[in-house]
């Protein structure tokens, strides 16, 4: 994997990792850094998940603080008295922010439409660049990003934690020693427990988040690239809404709803049958996942194949509940199955020649299946070291390109073929 540009070529990624383990020892023998040396870190668009990304980047106890914060609330954020922020300093936009700041790194976290706009904004500095999924919501976008990051030198991470995570690391390495042959074909799958967050606030203005292939399929599309080891070439899906959206106002919030008593997913009900919580919190900002004008699907599914032919079929779900919940794959190869679901911290392989089954149990319970910590450790050692993560733009844009497609391809009910678009370059 080229610091720079160059080609992504996700088959070298788990040597890389190897040897990035072993290499990385070598910091915990560093004396410890004058405080004056603290890595600069900038964020643009202060929200939950870059905020949490942000104090999360605190556990490998290498010295960095928030030098500047760029986001249209930056009184509110400020006002808030956060002492993580105390040496910030805040701005209303990402012009003023990287005008005048000289940074070691730059978070960018904003509202999914702006991905793209401030990746670009990013990428003239040539600086660390640790950028929120999905890169891109748009043709227009993709090919927008693509172009500003032809030239572009430093390291960069993309929000990919699933592809860093324990499981599809062991995974990968498993693919290497050949233990199952080369990957021909792969049954993904991604029943989503938690999926009211898509409908009952901002994730349900379409327009600002591209729909559900773009949110949730972009992580197990590209998990499936890395493991597969091979770009997709064609793909084709289908979507749906089939229990969400209905009649409802559309700015109707369950607080106000006259039919709180009766509706399966109001608070009340989610706290008294789903015994959710341990008491019943009405939440002011909770919005209705029956109303008209929610354009998010709430299941879809799609076909890829692969350069080399490999063919991966992959579906998601956004009415499961509780125990139904599972993410994972079924990968097929001549010599053996491997069968693996974050769920459930577990990967079987099933040999074809013997029979044979072995299980590897993993223990823990960690952010984003303990791909999170490995973002982080990534973009430390790019703002320190100026080392390439393992989840460069490219594989970004790979993967917003294929979402993309899906998007076309289920609503044109047309196959269709993972390139740039013409006219969009």
Sequence with gaps: MDSGRGKFNACRAPVFHRLFSVLTVSHWLEPRKDVRLRLKLGI??????????????????????????ADPRWEEIKGAGDEFLKDAVFYENADDLLAQEELDGVMVGTRCFLHTEMACKVATRNVPLFLEKPVAISFEQVARLDKAFQSFTA???????????????????????????????????????????????????YDEVGGLFLQKA?????????????????ICAMKAQRVYGGDKPFDLKCKDCEEQDACPESPFNWFYKGFQGNKLVQDDSRLCMFAEGIRNEDQGNCLVEYENGAQVSYTQNFFARFKSAQRGARLYGYKGTIYFDWYRNQIQ????????????????????FGGDRELCFDFLLAMKEGRPSRSPIEAGILSALTCLWARESAETRKFCEIVMPQGCK
């Design 349 to 368: 392989l099933y040999k074809h020649q013997s029979p044979v089954v072995k299980t590897i149990d993993f223990t823990g319970n960690m952010p984003h």
């Design 218 to 234: 972009t992580h197990d599309l590209d998990y499936l690239y890395y493991l597969v080891g091979h770009r997709p070439k064609w």
């Design 155 to 205: 390291p960069s991470v993309v929000s990919f934690p699933l592809r860093l995570s324990p499981i599809v690391l062991t995974v990968k390495e498993m693919i290497e020693a050949g233990e199952i042959g080369q990957v021909e074909h792969a049954v993904a799958f991604n029943d989503v427990p938690y999926a009211a967050v898509y409908y009952t606030n901002w994730y349900r203005n």
């Design 44 to 69: 643009i668009g202060y929200g939950g998940r870059a905020s949490g990304m942000a104090k999360n980047l605190g556990v490998f106890d290498i010295p960095y603080r928030v030098a500047a914060v």
